[in-house]
């Protein structure tokens, strides 16, 4: 029996390790979320088992209390369990959870890495997290706690002065822009990049004090990572423009 955590990376199918993908083509049993991309499905051995096991917001929805006695089910019925889950199973993604859970039921435990979300999707987007002489850190914070409510590190990310990732925060956007305009942010740039690395990957930039007007305008919406500080600017066409403009009448 074993059970092998493998993070998918950000939704481009191209962006799995190879250890990822030697995982699948070991698998006796893959159980994989909404953001894992379908044809990584396409590793699998022909007899193996694929089970769908996503938790999306307004959709189908199979819960982590569902999905831990599941992953014991199927490694005592069919031997080897690959749980392969989108960016980094580590990274927001419960992966502890369902390690701690399968050793509890002597269960072999192993972890692929993937690439999260968190950093590979702002890169995708022109947007670096750190630069020298505008961001020396980063935060990765959830959008919501696990009691549907702000994480209170949210308002400490926001009176730092490093670059803020925002993960699973769409539907809490005006909270979040407030809580940042409250720390003096209203002008700090914003950058919403939705279904990174993949071929409908949408941006849309703004300021603290409009990116929620913007969004409504152009409809972006989950899923999305956003990303706040002067380092959103710096993909920004109009931002870029300006400064181009000012350079010129120089």
């Known amino acids: ?6 993070g998918a990376g950000p ?3 191209d962006l799995i390790t190879v250890k990822g993908i030697r995982a699948l083509q070991q698998a006796d049993v893959v159980m994989y979320d909404a953001l894992v991309h379908p044809d990584l499905l396409n590793y699998c051995r022909p007899d193996a088992l694929t089970v769908y096991v996503g938790k ?5 929805s199979c819960v982590q209390e569902d999905i831990n006695p599941l992953i014991v089910h199927y490694a005592q019925q069919y031997g080897h369990v690959v749980r392969l889950k989108g960016g980094d199973s580590f990274v ?22 993937g690439l999260s979300s968190s950093y590979a999707v702002p890169a995708l987007a022109g947007v670096p997290l750190t630069t020298r002489g505008l961001s ?9 706690t696990k009691a549907g409510k702000l ?16 993960l699973m ?11 940042f305009a409250s720390c003096g942010k209203t002008d700090t740039p914003v950058a919403i990049i939705q279904n990174g690395s993949l071929p409908e990957q949408c941006t849309v930039f703004g300021r603290v004090s409009t990116i929620s007007e913007r969004v409504a305008e152009s409809g972006i919406d989950n899923p999305a990572i956003i990303v706040i500080g002067e380092v959103a600017g710096l993909a920004d066409p109009e931002r870029q423009a300006e400064v181009l403009a000012l350079s010129v009448g120089q």
Not at 136 to 144: K, L
């Open 1 to 6: 029996m074993k059970l092998t955590l493998v």
């Open 11 to 13: 939704g481009d199918p």
């Open 56 to 60: 999306r917001r307004g959709a189908y």
């Open 92 to 113: 927001f993604g419960r992966g502890y959870e369902e390690i701690d859970f399968a050793r509890q039921h002597g269960i072999e435990t192993a972890i692929v890495p």
């Open 136 to 144: 020396e850190s980063f935060w990765v914070v959830t959008g919501t």
């Open 151 to 166: 994480s209170a590190d949210l308002h400490l990310a926001a009176q730092s002065s490093a670059t803020v990732v925002i």
């Open 169 to 179: 925060g769409m539907h809490k956007l005006a909270d979040i822009m407030t809580t």
